[in-house]
């Protein structure tokens, strides 16, 4: 697993003109190392993230009115499945059909959703957002030091109830985000309760007090609410 994510990495340093030299030397050593059967898994990864970053391109691109008809030509067609790149230890045999219109999120870089269905028949979809246009490098880095903390602070009995995210550049300006499953954002929050303008103080009080109905549920979701806002 942990040789998948380094060739994702050394295939994302290419694009850095100061280093592709001495990448693409070290990238060539690991494929002839890793043996036939991993090579073949990350070019059938690299297909994957290639078609993913076409699709999300044209999206991008395209008029808003026709982002919807847009749609993922079938990469399984052949009937294998594939490692994520984002998530190695994840096989994905074929995208949800059931979200066969791709979900595109409403911003200016138009970042494309997609739900795959895994190989393992009791595992959950996989969901994943596909961005181009917009530079990654910097949430991975990011995202290591949160988990780094969180792993340190654990390690002496402090539990900040984080959670974390995947993240990878795939290259210059284009990359994959893993989907957090039950999350939801302060834009739908501030959208659901019909408001406009500015999100008021007390919109997200009255959001906890509709899902938590109870006194002792509230309490406890301001008390893991609060402990995360100390970040």
Same mark, same amino acid.
């Given at each position: 697993?942990?040789?998948?994510?380094?060739?994702r990495?050394?295939?994302d340093?290419?694009?850095? $003109?100061l280093?592709?030299? $001495?990448?693409?030397k070290v990238?060539?050593?690991?494929?002839?190392?890793?043996?036939?059967?991993?090579?073949?898994?990350?070019?059938?990864?690299?297909?994957?993230?290639?078609?993913?970053t076409?699709?999300?391109?044209k999206?991008?691109?395209?008029?808003?009115?026709?982002?919807?008809?847009?749609?993922?030509?079938s990469?399984?067609?052949?009937?294998?499945?594939?490692?994520?790149?984002?998530?190695?230890?994840?096989?994905?045999?074929?995208?949800?059909?059931?979200?066969?219109?791709?979900?595109?999120?409403?911003?200016?870089?138009a970042?494309?959703?997609?739900?795959?269905?895994?190989?393992?028949?009791?595992?959950?979809k996989?969901?994943?957002?596909?961005?181009?246009?917009?530079?990654?490098?910097?949430?991975?880095?990011?995202?290591?030091?949160?988990?780094?903390l969180?792993?340190?602070?654990?390690?002496?009995?402090?539990?900040?109830?984080?959670?974390?995210?995947?993240?990878?550049?795939?290259?210059?300006?284009?990359?994959?985000v893993?989907?957090?499953?039950?999350?939801?954002?302060?834009?739908k929050?501030?959208?659901?309760?019909?408001?406009?303008?500015?999100?008021?103080?007390d919109?997200?009080?009255?959001?906890?007090?509709?899902r938590?109905?109870?006194?002792?549920?509230?309490?406890?979701?301001?008390?893991v609410?609060s402990?995360?806002?100390?970040?």
């Open positions: 697993m942990h040789c998948v994510c380094v060739c990495l050394l295939v340093a290419l694009g850095d $003109w280093y592709k030299s $001495w990448m693409n990238l060539s050593a690991l494929k002839h190392c890793c043996g036939r059967a991993l090579r073949q898994q990350l070019q059938h990864q690299s297909r994957l993230v290639d078609l993913l076409q699709v999300a391109e999206i991008r691109t395209a008029d808003k009115n026709k982002r919807k008809r847009l749609k993922i030509v990469f399984f067609a052949d009937g294998q499945p594939c490692r994520l790149p984002l998530d190695p230890a994840v096989v994905v045999k074929d995208v949800d059909i059931e979200v066969n219109s791709i979900n595109v999120f409403n911003s200016n870089a970042p494309v959703e997609v739900s795959f269905i895994t190989a393992d028949p009791l595992g959950q996989y969901s994943l957002i596909c961005k181009t246009g917009d530079n990654l490098r910097q949430d991975m880095l990011v995202l290591q030091i949160v988990r780094l969180d792993r340190i602070w654990r390690q002496e009995g402090l539990d900040m109830r984080m959670v974390t995210y995947r993240c990878i550049s795939t290259g210059r300006d284009q990359g994959l893993e989907v957090v499953r039950d999350a939801v954002t302060l834009a929050i501030h959208q659901e309760w019909g408001l406009s303008g500015a999100l008021r103080e919109t997200l009080e009255k959001w906890f007090h509709m938590n109905k109870t006194k002792e549920d509230y309490e406890k979701v301001m008390r609410f402990t995360r806002l100390l970040l």
